[in-house]
């Protein structure tokens, strides 16, 4: 099992463009997850889905947009990048209320 | 919205002694869990905690969770340098988001 993949690892952007981070989980897991960590503030949920074709707004949901048109996919967008958005990102997925297992991360830079 | 407060925010350690952090929290939660994060690498589940009261060992790593269901605690028994990390303790309450602490860094001095 490769568990919770990302792609890409890492990318630049600038202001304005737009891209699309791309999850994928292998364990037939329902719920999938992203965050961003940024220094100092821990990790804050951005959306969040609870099966194939569902998402829910999380903490931080401005400026994103999600969709979850297959269960092992979960897809990150990004439609104009702002600078606020230079982040780590995290993805992760679980069955309901057991613990979560997280890819690798993203790292974006917003110019 | 909930807040988790972790503590110490970092801890300077020699090897083979024990380390102690812990979490507290103005909600109750119905799920305590622990992650270890490395460097360059996405959060790792160490240890999680289903039952008010339930004490859990994981090797070294023992972690409880608090009566009251607002604290929980992670201990390291003789560390090693390979436990150097940021350590991130995350609650759950009735829905599927979880609350994360801030981290404590650990680092290891052989």
């Known amino acids: 099992n490769a568990g919770v993949t990302q792609t890409p690892k890492f990318r630049v952007l600038k202001t304005g463009q737009s891209m699309t981070l791309l999850c994928a989980q292998d364990m037939n897991h329902e719920y999938m997850y992203w965050y961003r960590q940024d220094p100092g503030m821990g990790l804050r949920l951005i959306h969040y889905s609870v099966g194939e074709g569902t998402t829910a707004k999380g903490e931080v949901p401005d400026g994103y947009n999600v969709s979850r048109l297959k269960k092992q996919n979960f897809l990150l967008g990004l439609e104009s990048a702002a600078p606020s958005q230079t982040s780590v990102y995290f993805c992760?997925?679980?069955?309901w209320g057991q613990g979560k297992y997280f890819g690798p991360g993203t790292r974006l830079t917003v110019t | 919205g909930q807040q988790l407060n972790q503590s110490p925010q970092s801890m300077f350690i020699q090897e083979g002694e024990d380390v102690s952090m812990n979490c507290t929290s103005s909600?109750?939660?119905?799920?305590w869990l622990w992650y270890k994060q490395d460097p360059g690498e996405g959060p790792v589940l160490l240890i999680a905690?289903?039952?008010?009261?339930e004490l859990t060992s994981n090797g070294r790593l023992t972690a409880q969770f608090g009566i009251t269901r607002k604290d929980s605690f992670l201990n390291i028994s003789a560390s090693i340098p390979s436990d150097v990390g940021i350590y991130f303790c995350?609650?759950?309450?009735?829905?599927?988001?979880?609350?994360f602490g801030k981290g404590t860094k650990l680092t290891v001095n052989p």
């Open positions: 992760a997925s679980s069955y």
């Open positions: 909600s109750i939660f119905n799920t």
């Open positions: 995350a609650g759950q309450g009735g829905s599927e988001k979880l609350v």
């Open positions: 905690l289903y039952k008010a009261g």
